[in-house]
């Protein structure tokens, strides 16, 4: 625990983000009531109106719709790392990849979004990259590779329209291909971040790791805010 969170739970105890019960982020009464659905043993979840472009899906924890304390949780996250919410959360996509079989004779390399350094100096961590570190904790044969750059600063997607959110993004990310290619043929790819809404910045890494050469590349969020 860093000892700013230290301090910040001390200051001000965790209080569950949802029915603010007092002693955590996420209570578990909060916990045992999420609904969450078996996925098929094919993960390829489109918006109903287009398929992705490059992804070949999307695998993810749960329904926001049917998740609000989910979303609070996820609020939280953002803008306080708490430890014990990396845990569900990382738990929650963890089930999903072995429910899913997805690294069958292969390993499973999770790629967070990656935040520009001038938001990450604000912010002190990079929430996408604790999903990926928790998840890859409790998976067998996973791996978390750092292997997109924010090319530039852009405006924070969530302000931005679904048209504005795709030019934000154009040719916003890099990959280091050394990376890549080294495990391309052995293993599986995912883009990790915390919500997919409309797939945009999924899609936009997914695009620039398959320019790079990668042939398979999924999205692995904790929630999806379509159907
Ligand atoms: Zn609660």
Redesign the pocket.
């Known amino acids: 625990m860093r000892i700013v969170d230290f301090i910040l739970n001390i200051l001000f105890p965790p209080r569950?983000?949802?029915?603010?019960?007092e002693g955590d982020f996420?209570?578990t009464?909060?916990?045992s009531r999420l609904s969450i659905t078996r996925l098929q043993n094919y993960p390829r979840y489109y918006r109903r109106d287009k398929e992705f472009e490059y992804l070949d899906g999307v695998i993810y924890g749960v329904d926001y719709a049917e998740n609000p304390?989910i979303k609070s949780a996820i609020q939280q996250f953002k803008y306080r790392f708490t430890e014990s919410l990396a845990e569900v959360f990382g738990g929650l996509m963890a089930k999903k990849l072995s429910e899913l079989n997805m690294n069958e004779g292969k390993i499973n390399v999770l790629i967070p979004v990656p935040l520009h350094k001038k938001r990450l100096n604000y912010r002190g961590f990079n929430q996408a990259e604790l999903l990926a570190e928790s998840t890859a904790n409790i998976s067998k044969k996973t791996i978390v590779l750092n292997a997109l750059y924010r090319t530039r600063h852009t405006d924070q997607q969530a302000k931005l329209s679904k048209r504005e959110r795709q030019t934000n993004l154009k040719n916003a990310f890099i990959v280091n291909k050394k990376f890549v290619q080294a495990d391309n043929k052995k293993s599986v790819f995912f883009v990790v971040d915390d919500v997919c809404t409309t797939g945009s910045t999924l899609e936009n890494c997914a695009k620039t790791l398959k320019e790079a050469g990668v042939e398979k590349v999924y999205g692995l969020v904790v929630a999806r805010a379509f159907k």
Do not use: G, P, W
């Open positions: 569950c983000s949802y029915c603010n019960s996420l209570c009464k909060c916990i304390q």
